[in-house]
């Protein structure tokens, strides 16, 4: 190898590039020491972005030693991946001059085995990596226990495996070393996200201010890391819970968060009067969806479209429901039929007050404020048939509707004596508690249904 690099600062390299991975770092210094022998197998573990291959890629490339990965994900089969296999090692040992010839053809493993013990021979160490192999497509049935003998039959040969959570032997083998690497906490992911802060203005600084480029150093170094810290408190510990998610929702939610300070409504060390100006964007779980629009665009989007999700009787059949169950049954008549009418009139002309003249001493809340009543399910179908601008299509079920809507917990049961089918016409109905007022009018909204003048006072 020449002027070998020491293991120090190979170390010290890797820790700079790969900051909170110190014991992961020194446990492969361990494994793959260039001047001792490795074990045939190793197993490489951890949940998905915990630096797991890119570490091990690292390690491998900076000590110089004879190494191939191969990436699982890319083979279709379980031939496929044999192949690939073959080319792979062969390619890398051309690579540095050594003559190779190699079937390119590999139909199972032990077809492996012989490529590999011709195309190694004569080497002292190679290092053979299959990343992601438990997610292999197609793979045969005795796979990872005869990759893991591989080192068996082909002397100087090292197999790692990287997995995300390997099963209780699954290699059917005892004694192989396993190096863990545990998901980043709260303090290490921020960390590793404030290393490298991004910037607050994309253009040139306001001509207004005194500002360089020093200064914005030093001001987007402090604002950067309370802003991460800010995101993983309020999303991190519940959606974004890997590195790569949270890392990508701070990047999203960024533009949108420092653009009162391009506009100059705030300074760049106002955190705390800019945090409480943009808690919406902490409080919606959409940016963890990839979209084509901006941040602020799709929340907006997001929330007008939160209840038109919904086939167009549904709509009406939730209307109606919540209509049951705000207004008493004895004013159904005043408010829906077709034959009645809204106000009673005085023979003189005029409208007729209940009470005898006198205005009511006893204050009434609103009916959206009171708990949904519950109704019978033949109430609901008279209600829907009313407030439905024309008839039922024959082709409709209103009924399975209807149980599609109490799946989703729109529409729940509240007793009765219907016995054992929820959709007799003796059972009880209420709507659930995601359905309020706000939900209904806007619901109503989006069919053109004025869902006010057929709510009781």
Not at 56 to 79: A, D, F, N, P
Not at 199 to 206: A, R
Not at 209 to 220: G, V
Request: charged letters at 20%; glycine letters at 6%.
């Amino acid at each position: 190898m020449g002027l070998e690099m020491l293991p120090d600062e190979l170390i010290l390299i890797l820790r700079e590039q790969w900051p909170c991975r110190e014991a992961q770092i020194r446990q492969l210094s361990a494994v793959f020491s260039p001047h001792l022998p490795s074990p045939p197998t190793v197993v490489v573990h951890g949940a998905h972005a915990t630096a797991k291959s890119g570490l091990v890629k690292s390690y491998l490339e900076r000590s110089e030693l004879r190494h191939v990965i191969v990436s699982c994900k890319e083979c279709v089969t379980g031939r496929h991946l044999l192949e690939r296999t073959v080319a792979a090692v062969s390619g890398s040992l051309s690579d540095e001059g050594i003559d190779t010839v190699a079937n390119e053809r590999c139909e199972n493993l032990s077809a492996l085995t012989a490529q590999l013990q011709r195309l190694l021979r004569g080497i002292e160490k190679y290092i053979l990596v299959f990343d992601g192999i438990d997610r292999q497509r197609e793979p045969p049935p005795t796979l990872l226990p005869a990759l893991a003998r591989l080192a068996e039959h082909v002397p100087g040969l090292t197999t790692v495996l990287i997995v995300n959570h390997p099963g209780q032997r699954f290699l059917h083998a005892s004694g192989v070393p396993h190096l863990h690497f545990p998901p980043y906490s709260r303090n290490q992911s921020i960390h590793i996200l404030s290393r490298q802060p991004l910037d607050i203005f994309t253009i040139d600084f306001p001509s207004e201010l005194d500002y360089d480029d020093d200064t914005h150093a030093e001001d987007k170094a402090w604002l950067w890391p309370r802003f991460c810290a800010a995101v993983f408190d309020s999303l991190g510990q519940s959606c974004a819970r890997d590195y790569a998610s949270f890392r990508s929702v701070c990047h999203k939610l960024w533009p949108t968060f420092v653009s009162p300070i391009r506009k100059g409504d705030f300074g760049t060390r106002d955190f705390s009067r800019l945090l409480v100006a943009q808690r919406k964007l902490f409080q919606e779980e959409s940016v963890l969806l990839d979209s084509i629009l901006s941040p602020s665009a799709a929340v907006a989007t997001a929330k007008r479209s939160q209840a038109y999700n919904l086939p167009y009787y549904a709509k009406y059949i939730l209307i109606a429901a919540y209509l049951c169950s705000s207004n008493p049954a004895r004013l159904d008549q005043l408010y829906f039929s077709q034959t009645s009418e809204r106000k009673r009139r005085k023979k003189g002309g005029g409208t007729a007050r209940a009470g005898g003249g006198k205005p009511s001493q006893q204050r009434k809340l609103p009916r959206h404020l009171l708990a949904p009543s519950a109704f019978p399910l033949d109430r609901l179908l008279a209600v829907l048939h009313a407030i439905l601008p024309h008839d039922v299509r024959t082709s409709i079920d209103v009924y399975a509707q209807i149980a599609t809507l109490a799946s989703l917990r729109l529409l729940v049961r509240a007793g009765g004596f219907g016995g054992g089918d929820p959709l007799e016409a003796g059972g009880k109905w209420k709507v659930g508690p995601a359905v309020s007022w706000d939900f209904v009018k806007n619901l109503a909204g989006s069919v053109d249904f004025a869902s006010s003048d057929y709510l009781a006072q």
